[in-house]
């Protein structure tokens, strides 16, 4: 069974970093695309990073880009995100998803507009963990 189980949200204040997990399990996080994705409340789910080791790719939106970075692990099948200078802006409950069936990050990558960057298709993701929420206070 295809399972994801993220964890590490917190509260941090301005400036500080946190670092998320994404843990799998019923598959290998070697062999699909796994994003991180976020919520805020009033607000549209995005795309924040996404990861394919069958090409070493990374994709990332604008926002987060420079602080955020995704990297998976094999030996313990899980893909993280280390988040540095988190700003007020970055709090959202986040989710981490898997594209089941699909090597390639890019492949739910689109082209966005200049200001934001890529855009990372979140319908594309076929199974969720639940989310973990993180709190920038200012």
């Known amino acids: 069974e295809v399972q994801l189980q993220a964890f590490g949200g917190g509260l941090v204040q301005a400036g500080g970093s946190l670092r998320l997990s994404c843990a799998a399990s019923?598959?290998?996080?070697?062999?699909?695309?796994i994003g991180w994705f976020r919520q805020a409340p009033g607000k549209e789910r995005e795309g924040v990073a996404c990861?394919?080791?069958?090409?070493?790719?990374?994709y990332y939106i604008n926002s987060v880009k420079g602080r955020f970075t995704i990297s998976s692990d094999n030996a313990k099948n899980t893909v993280d995100l280390q988040m540095n200078n988190l700003i007020p802006d970055d709090s959202a409950t986040y989710s981490c998803?898997?594209?089941?069936?699909?090597?390639?990050?890019?492949?739910?990558?689109?082209?966005?507009?200049?200001?934001?960057?890529?855009?990372?298709?979140?319908?594309?993701?076929?199974?969720w963990g639940q989310g973990t929420l993180v709190t920038v206070s200012s």
């Open positions: 019923g598959f290998s996080v070697d062999d699909y695309a």
């Open positions: 990861i394919s080791n069958a090409d070493h790719m990374t």
């Open positions: 998803a898997v594209d089941y069936g699909n090597k390639y990050c890019g492949a739910t990558v689109t082209v966005g507009d200049r200001r934001k960057g890529p855009r990372i298709r979140w319908d594309e993701y076929n199974y």
